[in-house]
């Protein structure tokens, strides 16, 4: 069997690229053209008063914020897990102090996002279980002390949970210094 030369071996790499991608090309074109030709959804002109536009806490922020709480909690000597979610409750930083327990990160997360939910401390939402038992029982939702909303103009756009230290009041205090953290 003959040898390519090298420039040889190079056309003919790239011939074999070039059929590859004109082959791919070729099929995601077809499949983009037939998927927008058959059923595609119609296109709305929404009137400005039918949409809303809700506040965010940025990334930046958020991680701002659980840096400040797991500070707080380190000078303390504290071992915990602080978490921020958005208005949504979907989680943005999770931030899992050294040592930290291993059901802290869940109860961060669901601490955070029960504040940012009801708008109100989680020590708060824990006394009003005895007017209203069946509040436990709406998924996600954790009512122990240690989670506290962020609001902007009273609306809440964010939830900042901690957990792990041996009180909730601990817990809250820490989720309180992430929250004074944003306002500096």
Request: hydrophobic letters at 45%; proline letters at 4%; zero cysteines.
């Amino acid at each position: 069997m003959k040898k390519l030369s090298r420039r040889a071996r190079v056309a003919t790499g790239g011939a074999v690229i070039a059929a590859v991608a004109a082959g791919t090309f070729g099929t995601v074109s077809a499949n983009a053209s037939s998927a927008s030709s058959a059923g595609a959804a119609p296109v709305a002109n929404v009137k400005s008063g039918d949409t809303v536009t809700s506040s965010r806490l940025s990334v930046d922020a958020a991680a701002e914020a659980a840096q400040a709480a797991l500070d707080a909690a380190e000078k303390e000597n504290q071992k915990v897990t602080v978490a921020v979610v958005d208005r949504d409750g979907n989680t943005v930083v999770t931030l899992r102090g050294d040592g930290a327990g291993p059901q802290s990160y869940e109860s961060a997360q669901r601490k955070a996002y029960t504040a940012v939910s009801w708008n109100a401390p989680t020590s708060e939402l824990a006394q009003r279980l005895a007017q209203a038992p069946n509040l436990k029982d709406i998924p996600g939702t954790l009512f122990l002390a240690g989670g506290t909303p962020v609001a902007v103009k009273g609306a809440p756009v964010a939830g900042i949970g901690v957990a792990g230290a041996p009180s909730g009041d601990l817990d809250e205090k820490f989720a309180a210094a992430g929250v004074a953290a944003l306002g500096h």
